[in-house]
């Protein structure tokens, strides 16, 4: 019997590059601090040695430039993945992101296509405030032209890397902080999973069935998907069997997985770790009252309140969804 | 006695010259008891001193018992692990 071997999901993404690295020239990575470094969240962990630092690239800090010297590179053809190191920096760049790399193609009338990845760092629970503790991810769900990726496990996260990269638009790829497996921020039981060594793609715009259940649907994704599925296991316990859906993808979404569910269960507890209002939250509800409504008995959402993100501990701790909340929220339900 | 006898992986490396620390932490296993490994696998992840070292596999062979979990605290030099070498 083959014991598998098991990977982090800092690895299993860095495996995922260096394979495309390995197979077309063209494909390249640039940002702060992911050469000598290796990433601070070791995004790029060991691939400067295999790669050297024409295809391994140290920028200065102006996301303004290098976001916009990838765009222009993949419109002439090469396979950029840059990397913004928190996802809350965004706002310097954010004409690159989403009226340049988002919209160049649609903008040119197909003549050119955009084949980027743009990678970055989202997430709290480490005490380190309201402008590096954000997910923003239903700010880049909201704007067309991307395609947004947030992946929960190592194998997950490796599938939709090569995937990200093999595609000819714009992929946002999130990786959340506390699930790529390192020293100083441990991860949760769960995203250190097998991986095979060989690659594989998971396509987008299918969800994942985490966890099979009848009583009620919880739909999250990324670090809650962790959360959701330690709250399932003492529902159990409970008597209430819970189904555990992660998205994976934002853009495009797997609207059908989350409804077919709701229709089975009746019940649906939303779990996000972006702001509740005008996000995920509400898309998610919004989708299952429009294609499930009669089906729909009862629905909770749990989301960080409209409020930055403190630094305190004990206040982050009560504003960010921990698995108690989620436990709360599926009794409500039932 | 045969050339059977389990072969420990040992904390330490080329790094244990570099570092004053002499306690280090497991902090991810790549492997479970009963992989069969080949020599130069990365087996395990320690960090000494704030930086992180992989450990790797010193010979072909099977994973036979992990002596230090993750989060666990050991000395350099310590033995991490044991594997059975293959014939």
Not at chain 1, 36 to 43: A, C, L, T, V
Request: proline letters at 5%; hydrophobic letters at 40%; charged letters at 25%.
């Amino acid at each position: 019997m083959t014991v598998d071997r098991e990977l982090t999901m800092s690895r299993a993404i860095v495996e995922a590059i260096g394979d495309e690295m390995r197979a077309d020239d063209e494909v390249f990575y640039m940002g702060e601090d992911v050469a000598d470094y290796g990433g601070i969240f070791d995004s790029t962990q060991g691939l400067l040695e295999e790669f050297g630092y024409d295809r391994i690239m140290d920028v200065p800090i102006s996301e303004t430039a290098y976001l916009g010297a990838a765009v222009g590179a993949a419109q002439q053809g090469m396979r950029p993945i840059a990397e913004l190191m928190f996802v809350d920096f965004f706002g310097v760049a954010m004409d690159q992101i989403y009226n340049q790399m988002a919209k160049n193609t649609y903008m040119s009338g197909g003549s050119v296509s955009v084949p980027m990845t743009l990678t970055t760092a989202v997430g709290g629970t480490y005490s380190d405030a309201a402008q590096h503790s954000q997910t923003l991810y239903g700010t880049f769900a909201h704007l067309p032209g991307m395609k947004v990726v947030v992946p929960s496990t190592a194998y997950d996260a490796k599938g939709l890397m090569h995937n990200a990269i093999r595609d000819d638009d714009p992929v946002v790829y999130m990786y959340h902080k506390r699930l790529m497996g390192l020293g100083w921020l441990p991860a949760p039981e769960g995203p250190k999973t097998p991986v095979p060594e060989e690659d594989y793609t998971i396509p987008f715009g299918r969800a994942d069935v985490k966890r099979e259940g009848a009583d009620v649907t919880v739909v999250t994704l990324g670090l809650h998907v962790h959360r959701a599925l330690d709250a399932a296991a003492s529902l159990a316990e409970e008597g209430i069997d819970c189904e555990v859906i992660d998205l994976r993808t934002l853009v495009p979404l797997d609207r059908e997985t989350v409804v077919d569910s709701v229709r089975k269960t009746g019940r649906l507890v939303v779990v996000d770790e972006d702001y509740r209002s005008f996000g995920l939250t509400g898309e998610i509800v919004s989708t299952v009252a429009d294609e499930a409504l009669d089906a729909l008995e009862a629905v909770e959402r749990v989301a960080i309140p409209d409020v930055p993100i403190p630094y305190a501990r004990e206040l982050e701790t009560e504003v960010v969804p921990e698995a108690a909340d989620i436990e709360t929220a599926v009794r409500t339900v039932q | 006695m045969s050339g059977n006898d389990r072969v420990p992986v040992v904390a330490e490396g080329a790094w244990t010259d570099d570092v004053d620390e002499e306690e280090g932490v497991v902090v991810n296993w790549f492997a479970n008891v009963g992989r069969h490994v080949a020599a130069g696998e990365s087996l395990c992840e320690i960090q000494v001193e704030k930086v992180s070292v992989d450990l790797t596999a010193p010979v072909d062979g099977e994973l036979v018992e992990i002596v230090r979990d993750e989060d666990e605290a050991f000395t350099v030099g310590d033995t991490l692990a044991w594997l059975q070498p293959e014939e």
